[in-house]
């Protein structure tokens, strides 16, 4: 079960979408935030008719705002275990991932990857500020164009295989969320 809560930043620009206008902060836990996310609606996307997509277990988002214009029908892939994506910290990438992880109780494992630039605000922003707290997110920075090249960094270990090693860590543990194995450290 996800654990999604949500808090708007007194400065920060609400999202576009009609049922999120002008709605004070919350968190997941309050009942107007669970009713304005439920008015968030994503369309089911043609991709569904397509035999290929609806058996797809891994998935990759390459384009890296785009989860600040849709949520592209993620939790409708029933099948879907893992997703990495870019995160850049907004207000409208923030909701549509509470929405992903609520919706998709298979999902095992959801990779954040932030520019190194940019990943201490985005963890940051995450971590302390309450904003996604659900076991199955795991940060990554990255540096480079091709995120598989984190290989070389998890010695040798597959992006997914480190990342499931984390929330299975975390579980057996019961460490909070953002929290890393000894030797892993905030990938």
């Known amino acids: 079960m996800s654990q999604c809560m949500y808090q708007y930043p007194p400065d920060a620009r609400r999202s576009s979408h009609e049922g999120m206008k002008n709605h004070s902060p919350r968190t997941a836990s309050s009942p107007k935030f669970l009713d304005a996310l ?6 089911k996307p043609m ?3 397509d035999t290929m997509f609806t058996q797809l277990t891994h ?7 785009s989860l ?3 949520s592209f029908g993620i939790e409708h892939l029933h099948r879907l275990t893992h997703v990495a994506c870019p995160f850049v910290g907004t207000t409208d990438s923030t909701v549509r991932l ?3 992880l609520d919706k998709s109780p298979r999902l095992e494992v959801l ?6 630039y940019i990943f201490p605000q985005c963890n940051m922003s995450l971590e302390k500020g309450g904003m996604i707290r659900d076991m199955r997110v795991v940060m990554k920075s990255v ?3 091709n995120w598989h090249k984190a290989v070389e960094e998890w010695e040798g ?4 295989e480190v990342a499931k090693r984390i929330v299975r860590w975390r579980r057996v543990t019961r460490a909070r969320p953002f929290d890393y194995p000894p030797g892993v450290g905030g990938m």
């Open 143 to 145: 540096t480079y164009r």
């Open 111 to 116: 990779v954040l990857l932030a520019r190194a």
């Open 47 to 49: 991709l569904l008719d």
């Open 157 to 160: 270990e597959e992006t997914w």
């Open 68 to 70: 600040e214009v849709s």
């Open 59 to 65: 998935l990759e988002v390459l384009s890296p705002r």
């Open 98 to 100: 509470c929405h992903i």
């Open 38 to 43: 439920s008015q968030f609606r994503s369309p």
